[in-house]
């Protein structure tokens, strides 16, 4: 049943993606049904993450194809939370999207994987919750420089006169200012443990090597640029297109990572 609905749960998430779209093309608010289908489709995603995990007896990101599904639920996650306090529903569309990608990406992997009625081994609850911080780390990065995106693309409207900075219609800068700080503020405090457990299970086991010590090393590139994007959001929120640009760069190190350093570092070690 849980691995049904992570083959699955791309469906809901690209219709709500539609919703948002559509809304968004006309103008309006979106769709109550989006709104709840949304959040819904959030949480049954989590509860078959957690039903993996307690049939394989470890941490439901074990393969890449369960880390895509895992990111996906993670980027829906945070959307849910930053729509909730920001109350800016404008991107949902490409949040959903993102997720539905996501999702879809691990499904060729998921069918092909055959889940044991018992682990093997005891699990690694530190490498565990290394890399599921890592995952929500990399998903509030991700979710920082979509935003930033989208708030360059505003921004240069606004700069070529096609939109007035005190318009009522369309994309709020101040919004996006918002919600973006929260993005990046969020991945800074979920990498950060991240790093600290990912040392300790590199001394702790001693199974260091170069691909190890590029996901800590390119974490904490991310950090860094998250925090300073951050920083400026918060406390000068004029220097909006840089911070934005720091966004954009912290997500293509994310990527990075998640695409080319990770796979090799989840082989390495189990979760």
Known sequence: MALTILLLVCAPYAAV??????????GEAPPRWARIVGPLTAALHLAALVATGRITGRSPFQTESQALSFLAFAVAGLYVVLESTSHVATYGGRFHLLTAVLAGASVPGLAREQFPTAAMRAPDVQFSLHVGFALLGTAAIVAGGLLAAAYLG??????????SPDATAGPSLSGLQRITRDASLIGVALLVPSIVLGRSVLER????NVWTFLELGLAGVQVLLAAAAGFLWWRRPLRGPVASWLNVAATAVAVGSLAIVHPHVTALVGG
């Open 17 to 26: 993606a539609v919703g948002y779209a559509e809304a968004r093309r006309r």
């Open 205 to 208: 086991g001693g199974g260091s």
């Open 154 to 163: 505003v921004y240069r409207r606004m700069k070529r006169r096609e939109l």
